[in-house]
């Protein structure tokens, strides 16, 4: 039935890109969605279409036979139906090869569903040239067919470009979507194949029940118990309870970005010592109080409910977060009304350049552990930050590291030093990360440690009373590369610090 042809390649073509998406939504909670993955994927697809066009013309030259191209793509449909399926154990084993530094299973299980990607891609690779055989009446219009062929195709990956990263991932989740990719591509292929559309539509309705009895969840936690589980358009989150604490986790789950204690206001963690980020000035006469703070990635509200109850109503909080899924999780769970802060959806630079106005402490904890936005390390970005900060005040980064790797840290610290006369450290002992904070005036070891003393708000003197000793505050030794807009390999440096993790060699 050739009049099903057109539309098939159409349908095809949607579908490639839509496990293409579907791919990179599915390796994101395991390994990242960094500009490598990213590489990596988007030329292996390139590839198996490649390996398609070249065996879908040979198959339609021996064997010119509609009936073989919709088996051809009914297997691709129901492939791309059991890839979720199948992906969740091999997953689950490479958390595990993380969680026990194997470095052969985590590549292991990665090349697994690298080549698990292969089979589809490559079957709906074969469906253009194999259409353009069957459809090709004589050589005269010749061209012509093969025209409405790649147009059909291309604007069927324009659709399936769009409907995953606008509606259905974000609506849905990344394993229904797959799946509504994989029931259309069958549909449309037994439709195609009406006498025998009894077998296929069977086993297609096998692969769906398959599909509902497949175990509820994207991946469990690490640790504690999962409250909640979310595909956004821009992560996937989750929210972890510990105990009496809960959590926020994001994507791989190497960082947890808000915390809430329903025992006890204090986080013991990095949050705190944002609260002390107004010390950072020449010497005081009275205790630090900002009346501005600017948190650009606010997540959970963790930072801006600490600020809020340390120095009350005396502090203007204004909060940017990128995902609004995320602000409502801190919502739901983090009790982020709690703060009382102005919240704004939007990129932090973006902001910065057309709304921000200025003030006494930027803070800055946007960082997706372990891959982070490259625009937000940059001498520019920083001289930005710097340019809406008030006369004396300070910027404060949150960076990732493992115990004995620094060199993220030396990288942001340095590309700081070159827009901050002094830039100081303090160590967070209980969560791997170090806070670093840039002042806009000359401030010495000294400054710092008297204005520490004279902290007195809830929360902050405690922050205080501890960042000498356990926070091991010290001013920056780090002048290396500084990171620009047309170069910061960050996710390079990151890629290699999580080699030296993952094979001990940190």
């Not at 990607?117 to 010749?142: N, W």
Request: hydrophobic share 45%.
């Amino acid at each position: 039935m050739r009049r099903f042809l057109l539309p098939l390649v159409f349908v095809s073509g949607m579908a490639s890109l839509g496990v293409e998406f579907g791919a990179a939504r599915l390796l994101a909670p395991y390994f990242g969605t960094s500009l490598y993955v990213w590489g990596v994927l988007i030329g292996l697809v390139l590839i198996y279409l490649s390996a398609g066009y070249v065996i879908g013309g040979r198959l339609a030259d021996r064997h010119p036979d509609d009936a073989l191209l919709y088996q051809i793509t009914v297997w691709a449909g129901l492939w791309i139906g059991v890839i979720p399926l199948v992906s969740y154990p091999i997953l689950l084993a490479s958390q595990q090869g993380f969680k026990d530094l194997s470095v052969g299973l985590v590549a292991g299980t990665l090349l697994a569903v690298v080549l698990m990607f292969a089979v589809p891609v490559v079957l709906l690779g074969c469906v253009s040239p194999f259409a353009i055989r069957l459809l090709l009446k004589d050589v005269e219009t010749g061209g012509n067919t093969a025209g409405r062929v790649y147009a059909l195709s291309t604007a069927g990956s324009i659709l399936g470009t769009f409907l995953p990263v606008f509606w259905f991932i974000p609506t849905y989740g990344t394993r229904p979507t797959l799946e509504g990719f994989g029931l259309v591509l069958v549909v449309m292929s037994v439709l195609g194949l009406w006498p025998r559309r009894r077998l296929y539509a069977s086993f297609a309705v096998a692969v769906l029940l398959a599909w509902i009895a497949l175990p509820a969840g994207i991946k469990p936690p690490a640790v504690g118990t999962l409250i909640t589980e979310k595909d956004s358009a821009y992560n996937y989150i989750q929210v972890v309870q510990a105990g009496t604490t809960t959590e926020l986790i994001l994507n791989e789950g190497l960082a947890v970005h808000s915390v809430y204690d329903s025992q006890d206001n204090l986080t013991h963690g990095y949050w705190d010592y944002l609260l002390v980020a107004d010390a950072f000035k020449s010497v005081q006469t009275s205790a630090p109080a900002p009346r501005s703070v600017a948190i650009l990635g606010l997540a959970g509200g963790t930072t801006a409910r600490q600020y809020r109850l340390a120095y009350g109503g005396s502090v203007d909080i204004t909060g940017v977060e990128i995902d609004p899924a995320i602000l409502d999780i801190g919502h739901r769970y983090f009790h982020l009304g709690d703060a009382h802060a102005n919240e704004v959806v939007a990129d932090a630079r973006y902001w910065l350049d057309t709304q921000a106005g200025h003030y006494d402490v930027i803070v800055l904890d946007a960082y997706r552990q372990p891959y982070i936005p490259f625009h937000l390390t940059t001498e520019e970005f920083f001289a930005q930050v710097r340019g809406h900060l008030n006369p004396g005040g300070v910027a404060a980064v949150n960076v990732g590291r493992t115990a004995t790797d620094y060199r993220l840290v030396a990288a942001i610290a340095s590309t700081m030093s070159a827009v901050y006369p002094d830039v100081y450290l303090i160590d967070d002992p209980h969560f791997e990360n170090t806070l670093v904070f840039g002042t806009t005036e000359p401030v010495s070891i000294d400054d710092v440690k008297h204005n520490l003393g004279l902290v007195t708000a809830p929360l902050a003197s405690s922050a205080a009373q501890t960042a000498l000793a356990e926070g091991q505050l010290r001013p920056s030794p780090y002048h290396g590369q500084v990171f620009t807009d047309d170069l910061a390999p960050v996710e390079q440096l990151i890629d290699e610090i999580i080699f030296s993790y993952v094979t001990g060699k940190s």
